[in-house]
């Protein structure tokens, strides 16, 4: 065990912190004392010590409220100091002092990480994109050019580095690289989602070839005969492609919302009831997608998972926000609330990697009531619309970006959670050879 010594100001921050860095993503059993003489962080064990420098909390008194856009971090510097491993400094000095019992380092990794997990730069931004989301251009890392950098893994690993070096038995590492494929069921079938005149009127506009309009009746009537699968139907390959990789999906449905972005399916429809059976028989998991409005509300949250729930017989404990509506804290407060123990939205629609500066799934924290929540956060770190449209990238760049971002979460024994959409590999939309995308993301290789 190791016993951690803290400055006896912002306790509830400060061990939040210090626990999930230490305990959930290291693995090592930690005590936390507070000490009203204390100015930096002590890890000690034996006559051994590390001290990490506080160069955030301790400038602010209890009471005083440290989100402020007057306290982000003023700039990302990259470390070339021996033994900080090249390291992303947000808070503190690029000044490591080591000798044979002890290493003092004046960056506050602590600071540093509180600041990527809690996401608070994201509360005291008012800029808000179309859809009253925080813009991802907006991100330090993404200002800086650090997005691809799981910057609390990197502190974590180096963390441990020192330990080993300084003799403490490092716990066999319990976490391994995974691949977490994740659909998020907006539009299950395209021939089904408007009334028939829609959807054709929609085809005219975008093609204005009537020749085109009469080839996509066609279709149309071949798929309601049963001659031809719906365009957007893909959950059988879908299933079938995770299967072989023993990657298993989790798909999340919608099951309410009034907004334009939702009603292209009930969840009691009989055949929405049946491909939830057919995943679930199949091993894959069933999470709930809740509505454009919900992410304010936890209410709403709330009665969309109890439809599922009713719908499905099944016990529901994961989601994700449609369209990634998403702010901090409160949504996550909601969430848990709500009785959701896993989340998967952190992640920026714009920019593919780390929003939370890490791959592996941690406790989140709740800045105004400042308490750990009962909900853990699986980061989403590549969606398919960030690619195509957001990115604009073609396939060839995609896989590379892809193949990056795959490196490190393998580096950090992290897992691989992406977003694919049962849409995007229609022909309808131009997705069809996307495929090939999908199918590097699902490999083992990286």
Not at 21 to 42: A, N, P, Q, W
Not at 68 to 74: C, E, G, M, S
């Amino acid at each position: 065990m190791i016993t951690v010594h803290i400055p006896n100001n912002h306790v509830p921050e400060r061990t939040y912190i210090v626990r999930t860095m230490l305990s959930h993503f290291c693995g090592i059993e930690t005590e936390i004392v507070t000490d009203k003489d204390r100015k930096d962080y002590e890890l000690h064990w034996g006559d051994h010590s590390i001290s990490i420098a506080d160069r955030f909390f301790g400038k602010f008194p209890d009471g005083i409220y440290y989100a402020h856009t007057d306290h982000l971090p003023k700039k990302i510097m990259q470390a070339s100091a021996v033994g900080l491993d090249n390291i992303l400094i947000l808070y503190g000095d690029e000044q490591l002092e080591i000798t044979r019992n002890s290493i003092v380092c004046h960056v506050d990794l602590f600071a540093g990480a509180f600041f990527m997990l809690t996401r608070w730069e994201e509360s005291v931004n008012s800029k808000k994109d179309l859809h009253d989301r925080f813009p991802a251009e907006e991100a330090l890392t993404v200002k800086e050019g650090f997005i691809l950098r799981p910057i609390v893994d990197e502190y974590c690993h180096l963390l441990k580095q020192w330990l080993k070096t300084l003799g403490y038995l490092i716990p066999e590492e319990s976490a391994s690289y995974k691949i977490v494929p994740t659909c998020d069921v907006d539009i299950p079938f395209f021939w089904s989602s408007k009334p028939l005149w829609k959807i054709l009127g929609g085809r005219l506009r975008k093609h204005f070839n009537p020749l085109k309009l009469i080839s996509a009746y066609g279709d149309y009537r071949k798929v309601k005969e049963g001659i031809k699968e719906d365009p957007y139907d893909t959950f059988d390959y879908l299933m079938s492609l995770a299967e072989a990789h023993d990657h298993p999906f989790q798909f999340n449905f919608i099951a309410g919302g009034n907004t334009r972005y939702e009603g292209y399916y009930a969840i009691e429809d009989e055949d929405i009831k049946r491909l939830i059976s057919q995943a679930n028989s199949r091993g894959h998991q069933i999470g709930l997608h809740p509505s454009y409005q919900s992410y304010k509300d936890a209410d709403l949250m709330k009665k969309e998972k109890e439809l599922l729930q009713k719908s499905t017989g099944l016990t529901i404990t994961a989601s994700r926000q449609h369209f990634l509506r998403f702010t901090t804290p409160d949504t996550w407060r909601h969430l848990s609330a709500a009785g959701i123990l896993e989340d998967s939205t952190s992640g920026y629609a714009a920019e593919p990697g780390f929003r939370c500066g890490t791959s592996r799934p941690f406790p989140v924290f709740d800045m105004h009531q400042r308490r750990e929540l009962s909900l853990i956060e699986r980061p989403l770190l590549v969606m398919d619309v960030s690619l195509r449209f957001y990115k604009k990238l073609t396939i060839e760049e995609s896989i590379v970006l892809c193949e990056k971002i795959k490196a490190e979460v393998k580096k950090h024994n992290g897992e691989f959670v992406f977003l694919w959409h049962n849409s995007a590999l229609s022909e309808i939309d131009g997705w069809e050879e996307w495929k090939e995308v999908l199918e590097y993301l699902m490999a083992n290789r990286s």
